[in-house]
């Protein structure tokens, strides 16, 4: 298949889990001092066996101490390069703070700093993640948007192993995949998952390059628009449908609204003015790329007399230094239409969320309700693609 396999990850490997297969999803980052909650009855564990079975209810507090890592249960001290939790039974989770996990916890030191990984296999790894990115529907509405979508959740996730890290593969939020464990996973998701088990998307002999969004907004964009320079031919600007699949988004059309001072505050907090004291002059798109999103936006202000500024924003950083009216997130799209009122109010009307590359997953979604294909709405997606199992 033109992949080479990785130091964990062995292609052509049917057994079940083990750790040489697997994902390591990080859960807490640098800290001097981490405290976990047991939950359920697991086996510590460090670098040379089995160190003591804990009971539900036990606190484990790992500090730092000369450089050593330092584990306290009940006034007892235990001490190593880094420490495991594993379920007591095979099939069971770990249950700690709360939260229920599959695989093992690792627990070390990097750059005397305390942190803490999810092991777990890739196919629980995207069993734990479905949820937290893509809508289920009801029922079985949105069954082959789901098994399309696992199929990108298990390809973005193989590329990060192949990066082979020193330490953890990937984050567990939207830096890379929101990850919830085992409270991410549903009955429904995980036949899905199943039914997909191995099944990456391959372009060319390689995995491909995955990216997803929540909503298109009738166009997607070309991925060296946004994120890479490279002009990869299975991620360039589609349209999404004669009528856009994605129409039937909550987020398909929406209205953002700004006073002056909110506008001007916000580019006075990221320094691309130095007072708060100009005024909004003129707000002009410049130009825009094939699908319709703004490439250059210019906000031009004046100081109350004669000094004119124009401020330049590219791309998707005209979403991060705009924002949402409310100033929570970030400005939904960049495919909008903008004006100003007699009031020097901004009004942006816009389409779609997210940065419009890849899958549409409620594009995905509007084609599994009609009836389409998993296949089928990959290839829409991500055009010369192929669907191929890496356990083959």
């Known amino acids: ?72 249960i009940s006034q007892k001290e235990f001490q190593s390069d ?84 020193n330490f953890y593969d990937i984050y567990p939020d939207t830096r890379d995949q929101v990850y919830g464990g085992v409270d991410g996973e549903t009955v429904l998701t995980n036949k899905i998952v199943d039914e997909t088990k191995g099944q990456l998307l391959f372009y060319d002999g390689e995995p491909a390059v995955m990216f997803y969004h929540s909503t298109c907004g009738g166009h997607t964009e070309d991925v060296k628009n946004v994120f890479i320079k490279d002009d990869l031919p299975y991620l360039r600007s589609i349209e999404d449908g004669t009528e856009p699949y994605c129409k039937i988004s909550p987020k398909y059309e929406w209205i953002e609204n700004y006073s002056e001072p909110v506008l001007i505050d916000r580019l006075f907090k990221v320094e691309l003015i130095e007072s708060k004291e100009f005024k909004l002059s003129d707000v002009k798109i410049i130009s825009r790329f094939n699908s319709g999103r703004v490439n250059e936006l210019d906000i031009i202000i004046n100081d109350g007399q004669e000094v004119q500024k124009t401020i330049f924003l590219m791309g998707n950083q005209i979403r991060s230094i705009i924002k949402s009216s409310d100033g929570k997130s970030i400005l939904k799209s960049t495919l909008f239409n903008i004006s100003i009122n007699e009031k020097m109010d901004l009004v942006i ?11 549409c997953q409620w594009g995905a979604i509007g084609q599994s309700k009609i009836g389409i294909n998993y296949q089928e709405i990959l290839n829409h997606y991500f055009p010369g693609t192929i669907v191929k199992s890496i356990y083959d």
């Not at 209810?57 to 101490?65: D, E, H, Q, S």
């Open 82 to 165: 880094s420490f495991f939790l594993n379920a007591t039974d095979e099939g069971k989770s770990i249950d700690i703070n709360g939260k229920k996990y599959r695989g093992r916890i690792k627990i070390f030191v990097n750059s005397y700093q305390i942190e803490s990984v999810n092991q777990i296999s890739l196919e629980d790894y995207v069993k734990g993640v479905m949820t937290k990115e893509m809508p289920l529907g009801k029922g079985n509405e949105n069954y082959a948007a789901l098994k399309a979508f696992s199929i990108c959740v298990r390809t973005y996730a193989y590329n990060k192993i192949k990066e082979d890290k």
């Open 1 to 72: 298949m033109g992949c080479s396999s990785t130091k964990r990850f062995s292609i052509g490997n049917n057994s079940e889990f083990d750790y040489s297969n697997s994902i390591r999803v990080l859960l807490t980052e640098a800290s001097d001092e981490l405290v976990i909650k047991v939950d359920s009855k697991l086996r510590l564990s460090d670098g040379s066996g089995m160190i003591a079975e804990i009971k539900s209810g036990n606190t484990l507090k790992f500090v730092i101490k000369s450089n050593a890592l330092i584990l306290t």
């Open 349 to 359: 009307t816009g389409k779609g969320s997210g940065h419009g590359v890849g899958l």
